[in-house]
């Protein structure tokens, strides 16, 4: 996963790209986790890739009997061990979302929201194949992108980033159609439907796309 998120854009630097989200940005925010939370069912048991510091944890962690956030960075995980320190069943573990230690079939859910599936920056086709192994046969592995819609507010967000000097300067001579890129490395595109239709051939499972707040697309792989 991308060393991007280990190294500069981790922990408290991480929680401040939120803090200065704005109301549009805040909405798109809260939209995604609600529309998660009406997929998880009482009493299953969640795994969420690339859960930084475990901001939307606490928040799904009502209708689970377990949830796990994996991700990268160590200071973010041990970070988020005080954000998660008052609820319960929650497990925080430093993991490579390509490379999870856990048996197949051990979750109900697997969510990946926010465009990790971009901003991992690895092979979507393996990062989907893998969250499909650990996902039960009649649960639902869940990635989210971005609309094209939205592209205004989240160039917006990134900007305000960029000059608090979280992420890099934005070049806007490559900065277009979906694609964000910071004069530091930092990049960012658009997973669309179409691409979510290359990367889960072979697959055998429905895929349901749903556009959500005019913010979010999300796909649901259905096994």
């Known amino acids: 996963m991308d060393a991007y998120y280990s190294d500069k854009l981790s922990a408290e630097r991480l929680r401040r790209c939120y803090e200065l989200a704005t109301l549009r940005v805040r909405q798109y925010l809260e939209a995604e986790i609600d529309f998660v939370r009406r997929k998880i069912q009482l009493g299953d048991w969640v795994l969420e890739l690339g859960c930084g510091y475990g ?3 606490p928040q799904l962690a009502a209708q689970s009997d377990l ?11 041990m970070h988020g061990h005080n954000v998660i320190k008052n609820t319960n069943h929650c497990h925080l573990l430093v993991m490579n979302a390509l490379q999870l230690g856990f048996p197949d079939q051990t979750f109900d859910r697997v969510i990946c929201i ?3 599936i971009s901003a991992f ?3 979507p086709r393996i990062l989907i194949r893998e969250a499909v192994r650990v996902t039960k046969p ?3 592995a869940i ?5 094209d819609e939205f592209w205004p507010f989240r ?3 990134f900007e305000l980033q960029a000059k608090a000097g979280l992420v890099g300067e934005i070049d806007y001579d490559k900065t277009k159609n979906g694609v964000i890129v910071c004069k530091d490395g930092f990049t960012a595109t658009t997973v669309r439907p179409e691409d979510i239709k290359e990367y889960t051939k072979g697959i ?3 895929i349901r796309i749903e556009v959500v707040d005019q913010s979010s697309v999300f796909y649901e792989i259905i096994l």
Do not use: P
């Open 204 to 206: 055998k499972a429905e």
């Open 143 to 147: 990635f989210s992108s971005y609309t």
């Open 121 to 123: 920056h690895v092979d």
């Open 67 to 77: 949830i796990v956030g994996i991700d990268t960075s160590y200071s973010s995980i």
């Open 55 to 57: 901001r939307i944890i």
């Open 138 to 140: 009649g649960g639902s």
């Open 114 to 116: 926010q465009n990790g």
């Open 155 to 157: 160039l917006e967000w």
